[in-house]
């Protein structure tokens, strides 16, 4: 019989695992020279760093009033301007960017959980559950999420709870199919008719060896995502149904900006550019993870 | 480059450009195709035979780099072609038979149109194209071929897509034609069709076939020439009586010898080559054979062999030239030359008079075909097939049991349902005396430390993203490994199945197809089952590689009394291995008995039609004409009202159409459901 010789560990194993580090060398030198992923990376971390950093990068107090400086454009005193209560909007920018982070971070991780979970469910479920499922998941994404926010509003006033609430809600589905197609795709396959005649219970099935599978997808559905939320967060409390004054948020300085727009536009401008920054770098780098993890579907260009 | 060459291979070298560095995946090709001739290219995987092929046509992924070598085709070097100028050869002067007709077919558009889409270069009528399909058709077996030609890929069955991809090959009237693997998607009885067809094809038509194959029975029953390929270098070339009566090769040798099928004798240890083919990124110096070669030499390993010709062929080996020259290799026919296997021979531990461990009567397995509510509307009453008909079967302890079909018997189905992975409609499933069928998977879930299931597909039947270690524990996980050091665990199944310990850390992909077989080979065994059901244990494993495969199953069986029901198609592996064969057809078991006494004298006309229709790795011994039998399996739909056999049946009377018939008895232990049986008494026919 061939036993091959006891070596501990055979050299071509050594190779192998060298190999491997080669190829995660190669893909994070082709990462890298990718001018668009590389500014997604750049402005996702800037994102990261203000928000986090920001009362140690901030200026001024964002709530601190300093009316003769009201409504003046940028300067050497307030690079962004200041607003029609004399509030520095550089500061209040960056404690805006805070919101959107907490809710960006929350938001983004329950759906992802949350999706995950249902969709794994419904795709190796029995048939009646995920057409149950399925039947949730429409109903919730035929609702636009600004007016299932205006909706509930009005009968719970204005929140920041309520706008987390209702991107975690409306965005569950898109993770939730993800998940449930994929985990289809696997549910028939050897490798988990192996597992079932080995004994082990559906949650092991589930978490163990069906969820490393699935996760890469949705992982960069999350990165697409987070200026979904971001914008949604923005925009409700553009329409004073998000966070309420005076604490800032890029929605709250748009909609002041907006009311004083024939006075001065450097509010809207200053409001306006985060948003625009943070969307490009999420999806830069989204598509660039994707890219990375799936070359088939590669740019064809 | 004499008269009679069609096309000649000179020094082909290719590497593949990858992550791991340069694949030197060819390395100095070079054979003839003689005209009017079929050339087979044999070899085991990584051998490159497909590449070789590939690069004829110009057709080799992206990453392909040609280094040297030309391919002279009609006075032109392919390699040297503008892609215009071989597009105008792809086709019209060499075409294709692909390995799987379902994926190399144009799902969305019948045959007429795809067909007269290749004639698109002519200058023809639509009607005169359509004409030619027809009749192509028509000369590759497909009955009412004018009405057949309107139909989809998926109307057909698996058999008759492999004749319209022929006839689509065929249509331009090639020069060349090359086979990929041509019947390894279809079952032995296809087969057998097959390698009639091609051949008939080749007298009519005087195309010359180029074949690729890892099925040594369908070289030798189809070819004229032989080219032996072993790991990106021809180690032989020569006709088909030289390579299989006289191969001058180690290798050639080694490779016939490990074929089930050639073994006469019975034996439960079956040769092997041990070790794995050489890494082709590292530069290779000597004879690539070297590493596994059972008469290796020292200098093998830094000498380049010569090469040595004899009639139309060439060999590449020291030991037949050269200083280091043997006369007495290769020694006669009748002397094995791989070593069978150091261990001693397997005590035989079969308790004969021993209560059955697994004891399945009258199992029923049925599957919807559409929902209730449709079924309603078509006024179907029925609405189901029988995939598992009437199924009574026992293993006892330390026995091992053969299930053996053609691909939609049921046999994989039968295998789930006793393991509880598929609900059955009717039948008793007993297991050590306890009824088992259709037990909740909580009650059921003890009995799995008892019964384990190797599945068919090495390498996906491995969840892709655990490590080894991870998944050789698991069944010790999952039962409860309370007080049990997991590595120490890991190491002691990764000892008992031969896979080195430094493997632990891998994960699947960086498998090869035996190395996984090993893996799953330890998950099942990790709980001290007393039963395993294999489900075709040697698919996608080399020839070689199955041996060793079988002969771990074999010790592991003789060291803790394991009782094996196997569920293959393969019936060469199965004589060696099987006490006991059940042969099922359509759902039901037509015949089952002793191994010896089933092959001996098969008492249902289908066994003997898939005992005879094994191709045999000898050339000389073309199988009895009676030996092919019509058409294929019928598809469940259409089951007939008799026998179940009854529409390819060569003996089929007008009591067959009755009724089905029974299964009865020739000898306690040798029942078989035939009217009409090919015997009816016990005695071993030794003339058979």
């Given at each position: 019989m061939s036993v091959p010789p006891s070596d501990p560990v055979p050299a071509e194993a050594l190779e192998l695992r060298e190999s491997a580090s080669r190829e995660r060398r190669e893909k994070l030198s082709s990462f890298l020279s990718d001018w668009q992923a590389v500014a997604g990376l750049v402005l996702v971390v800037a994102f990261f760093a203000s928000a986090i950093f920001a009362p140690w990068l901030a200026p001024y107090d964002p709530n601190a009033m300093d009316i003769p400086a009201r409504m003046s454009g940028p300067s050497w005193d307030h690079i962004a301007g200041t607003d029609q209560l004399g509030r520095d909007t550089f500061s209040r920018i960056l404690h805006g960017g805070r919101v959107a982070l907490y809710i960006a971070a929350i938001g983004v991780s329950a759906s992802l959980v949350v999706g995950l979970v249902l969709g794994m469910i419904a795709g190796y479920g029995p048939r009646w559950l995920?057409?149950?499922?399925?039947?949730?998941?429409?109903?919730?994404?035929?609702?636009?999420?600004?007016?299932l926010a205006l909706a509930t509003v009005a009968l719970t006033g204005p929140s920041l709870t309520v706008v987390l609430a209702i991107v975690i809600i409306t965005t569950i589905p898109s993770y939730a199919r993800v998940a449930r197609t994929a985990t289809m795709a696997l549910r028939h396959t050897e490798f988990i008719l192996a597992e079932r005649s080995l004994g082990a219970s559906t949650p092991r099935i589930l978490f163990h060896h069906v969820m490393p599978n699935v996760i890469g997808p949705l992982l960069i559905l999350a990165a697409m995502e987070v200026p979904v939320v971001v914008s949604i967060e923005a925009g409700l409390s553009f329409l004073g149904i998000g966070v309420l004054p005076p604490q800032a948020s890029w929605g709250t300085i748009l909609n002041e900006g907006y009311l004083v727009i024939r006075d001065t536009p450097w509010m809207v401008i200053a409001g306006g550019i985060p948003l625009i920054l943070t969307t490009l770098g999420f999806t830069f780098l989204g598509e660039a993870l994707r890219d990375l993890f799936d070359p088939r579907m590669g740019r064809g260009r | 480059m004499t008269d009679d060459t069609l096309l000649n291979i000179d020094g082909l070298t290719l590497d593949f450009r990858t992550n791991r560095g340069r694949v030197k995946a060819l390395r100095d090709i070079s054979f003839p195709v003689r005209k009017g001739r079929i050339l087979g290219i044999v070899g085991e995987s990584g051998s490159g035979k497909s590449t070789v092929l590939w690069s004829i046509l110009g057709l080799l992924a992206g990453n392909a780099e040609v280094m040297a070598g030309r391919i002279d085709f009609e006075g032109r070097d392919l390699l040297k072609l503008t892609p215009?100028?071989?597009?105008?050869?792809?086709?019209?002067?060499?075409?294709?038979?692909?390995?799987?007709?379902?994926?190399?077919?144009?799902?969305?558009?019948?045959?007429?149109?795809?067909?007269?889409?290749?004639?698109?270069?002519?200058?023809?009528?639509?009607?005169?194209?359509?004409?030619?399909?027809?009749?192509?058709?028509?000369?590759?077996?497909?009955?009412?071929?004018?009405?057949?030609?309107?139909?989809?890929?998926?109307?057909?069955?698996?058999?008759?897509?492999?004749?319209?991809?022929?006839?689509?090959?065929?249509?331009?009237?090639?020069?060349?034609?090359?086979?990929?693997?041509?019947?390894?998607?279809?079952?032995?009885?296809?087969?057998a069709q097959m390698i009639?067809?091609?051949?008939?094809?080749?007298?009519?038509?005087?195309?010359?076939?180029?074949?690729?194959?890892?099925?040594?029975?369908?070289?030798?029953?189809?070819?004229?020439?032989?080219?032996?390929?072993?790991?990106?270098?021809?180690?032989?070339?020569?006709?088909?009586?030289?390579?299989?009566?006289?191969?001058?090769?180690?290798?050639?040798?080694?490779?016939?010898?490990?074929?089930?099928?050639?073994?006469?004798?019975?034996?439960?240890?079956?040769?092997?080559?041990?070790?794995?083919?050489?890494?082709?990124?590292?530069?290779?110096?000597?004879?690539?054979?070297?590493?596994?070669?059972?008469?290796?030499?020292?200098?093998?390993?830094?000498?380049?062999?010569?090469?040595?010709?004899?009639?139309?062929?060439?060999?590449?080996?020291?030991?037949?030239?050269?200083?280091?020259?043997?006369?007495?290799?290769?020694?006669?026919?009748?002397?094995?030359?791989?070593?069978?296997?150091?261990?001693?021979?397997?005590?035989?531990?079969?308790?004969?008079?021993?209560?059955?461990?697994?004891?399945?009567?009258?199992?029923?397995?049925?599957?919807?075909?559409?929902?209730?509510?449709?079924?309603?509307?078509?006024?179907?009453?029925?609405?189901?097939?029988?995939?598992?008909?009437?199924?009574?079967?026992?293993?006892?302890?330390?026995?091992?049991?053969?299930?053996?079909?053609?691909?939609?018997?049921?046999?994989?189905?039968?295998?789930?349902?006793?393991?509880?992975?598929?609900?059955?409609?009717?039948?008793?499933?007993?297991?050590?005396?306890?009824?088992?069928?259709?037990?909740?998977?909580?009650?059921?879930?003890?009995?799995?430390?008892?019964?384990?299931?190797?599945?068919?597909?090495?390498?996906?039947?491995?969840?892709?993203?655990?490590?080894?270690?991870?998944?050789?524990?698991?069944p010790l996980v999952i039962h409860g490994a309370e007080g049990r050091n997991l590595d120490t665990e890991a190491e002691r199944l990764a000892d008992m199945v031969r896979l080195p310990r430094g493997f632990l850390a891998r994960y699947p992909h960086e498998l090869s197809g035996g190395q996984a077989r090993r893996v799953g080979v330890a998950r099942a065994l990790a709980l001290n089952p007393r039963l395993i059901v294999a489900d075709e244990p040697t698919a996608g494993l080399d020839v070689s590689v199955q041996g060793e495969i079988l002969n771990l199953m074999a010790d592991l069986q003789a060291e803790h009394g394991l009782s094996y029901l196997i569920i293959t198609h393969n019936l060469p592996v199965v004589r060696h291995i099987a006490d006991r064969i059940a042969i099922m057809y359509l759902g039901r078991i037509v015949e089952e008995g002793p191994a010896a006494e089933v092959f001996a004298a098969p008492a249902h006309p289908y066994t003997r039609a898939l005992v005879d229709g094994v191709p045999q790795p000898d050339p000389d011994r073309r199988r009895p004409p009676a030996a092919a039998i019509e058409g294929e399996v019928p598809s469940l739909l259409r089951r007939p009202t008799g026998c179940d056999f009854v529409s390819r049946c060569p003996l089929a009377r007008e009591e067959c159409r009755m009724a089905k018939p029974a299964h009865r008895n020739i000898a306690p232990d040798h029942r078989h459901a035939c009217l009409f049986p090919l015997r009816k008494t016990p005695e071993l026919t030794e003339t058979a």
């Open positions: 995920d057409n149950l499922l399925l039947l949730l998941f429409d109903a919730v994404r035929s609702f636009p999420a600004v007016i | 215009e100028a071989l597009r105008a050869i792809r086709g019209e002067q060499i075409s294709v038979v692909f390995q799987d007709p379902m994926t190399s077919q144009i799902p969305v558009l019948p045959y007429a149109r795809q067909m007269s889409d290749i004639l698109y270069r002519r200058t023809m009528s639509d009607n005169e194209k359509r004409k030619a399909a027809v009749e192509m058709l028509r000369r590759v077996g497909i009955p009412d071929s004018d009405s057949r030609v309107d139909a989809y890929p998926h109307e057909f069955s698996g058999g008759m897509r492999q004749r319209a991809g022929i006839a689509m090959s065929m249509l331009t009237g090639p020069n060349l034609l090359l086979a990929d693997e041509p019947t390894t998607a279809l079952d032995v009885t296809m087969e009639g067809l091609m051949r008939g094809l080749r007298e009519d038509f005087e195309t010359t076939i180029v074949v690729v194959s890892h099925n040594l029975g369908l070289i030798a029953e189809m070819c004229d020439d032989v080219v032996v390929m072993y790991a990106g270098e021809v180690v032989e070339t020569g006709e088909v009586h030289d390579i299989f009566h006289n191969a001058r090769h180690p290798y050639t040798r080694a490779l016939l010898e490990c074929d089930p099928a050639r073994i006469a004798d019975v034996s439960r240890k079956l040769p092997v080559i041990p070790g794995d083919i050489p890494d082709l990124t590292r530069p290779l110096p000597g004879c690539i054979f070297a590493t596994r070669c059972q008469r290796v030499m020292p200098e093998c390993s830094s000498l380049a062999p010569p090469l040595v010709p004899r009639g139309t062929g060439v060999a590449r080996c020291h030991l037949l030239d050269g200083p280091l020259a043997d006369p007495a290799w290769p020694p006669p026919p009748e002397v094995p030359t791989v070593a069978r296997d150091a261990g001693e021979p397997v005590p035989p531990q079969v308790r004969r008079t021993a209560e059955p461990l697994l004891d399945v009567s009258d199992l029923n397995v049925r599957f919807r075909t559409m929902g209730p509510v449709r079924a309603r509307i078509r006024g179907v009453s029925d609405p189901f097939v029988d995939a598992v008909l009437d199924v009574s079967l026992d293993v006892k302890p330390g026995e091992t049991v053969a299930l053996v079909g053609e691909s939609g018997s049921g046999k994989t189905t039968l295998g789930r349902t006793i393991l509880n992975l598929q609900q059955a409609a009717g039948g008793v499933v007993r297991f050590e005396g306890k009824d088992i069928l259709g037990m909740k998977e909580s009650r059921f879930k003890p009995l799995r430390r008892d019964m384990a299931m190797m599945f068919q597909d090495p390498v996906g039947s491995l969840s892709p993203r655990k490590s080894v270690r991870a998944l050789i524990t698991e």
